[in-house]
């Protein structure tokens, strides 16, 4: 891989890891021709992640889901392991529906994108998790929300994990964990919507969760959403 290129001080960096050439080109090409992004570097698999995350140090990454030799999953985890601060890590996949994607928000991804997402998706998608917000498309939500349809059933009532939330920190809970945005639970709630952002705020805080992602899992997990519910 070529040297990372020099970067305007404020762009986003991205490093983009796939095993398709025709993946990380043409997302490469996208991705250059919006001001405020810059591509620092590719690569063809996970394999050596770490190097070539010190080598470009980029902001964000790009990251196949599944790959032939070190997969995505196993990348993101060393990635988000290093010290520091660690780039965020946006998983690329070609299934809404994608058996890693439980495992992927596990481990620390911030995000899901589908491969053959619209160019303005993956622009927003970058801009979005590079400013420290998390990225989970309602279709990816669709689809989890219907993996655990098909799974055993969950306790009756939230566990103990949630009691340190309010009753409306509860409701917020809830519809970020149906795929609702800011501005939409702010309409259906009543609420202006940077008193939503600092519902999320505490609840990301009181249950040591990383980002929104984390949070819609929890939300499953702990029996607080159900699925048809």
């Known amino acids: 891989m070529p040297p990372a290129p020099d970067v305007a001080e404020d762009a986003i960096r991205v490093l983009i890891v796939d095993d398709q050439s025709m993946i ?8 250059d021709a919006h001001e405020g992004i810059t591509v620092v570097g590719t690569a063809d698999d996970g394999a050596g992640i770490s ?3 010190r080598r470009t140090r980029p902001d964000v990454v790009l990251m196949d889901i599944r790959m032939p030799k070190v997969n995505g999953l196993d990348a993101a985890r060393t990635i988000i392991a290093m010290p520091g601060t660690p ?24 995000g899901f ?6 160019a303005e998706e993956l622009t927003q998608a970058v801009r979005v998790v590079a400013a420290g917000e998390a990225l989970l498309s309602p279709k990816i939500t669709r689809a989890l929300i219907a993996d655990y349809a098909d ?27 149906a795929g609702r945005s800011n501005a939409e639970i702010a309409a259906e709630l009543h609420l202006a919507e940077q008193t939503v952002k600092t519902h999320v705020s505490r609840i990301l805080n009181k249950l ?13 997990e702990s029996g607080l959403v159900r699925p048809g519910r």
């Open 87 to 110: 780039p965020k890590v946006i998983m690329l996949t070609t299934f809404d529906a994608d058996e890693y994607v439980f495992t992927a928000l596990r481990v620390g991804a911030s």
């Open 151 to 177: 799974r055993p059933a969950v306790p009756a009532s939230p566990d103990a994990t949630l009691s340190a939330l309010t009753d409306r920190e509860l409701d917020v809970m809830k519809l970020v964990a």
């Open 51 to 53: 190097d070539v995350v």
């Open 24 to 31: 990380r080109a043409g997302f490469a090409a996208l991705l």
């Open 113 to 118: 994108l589908l491969k053959d997402s619209p």
């Open 208 to 220: 040591d969760l990383r980002d929104r992602t984390q949070l819609v899992v929890c939300a499953y």
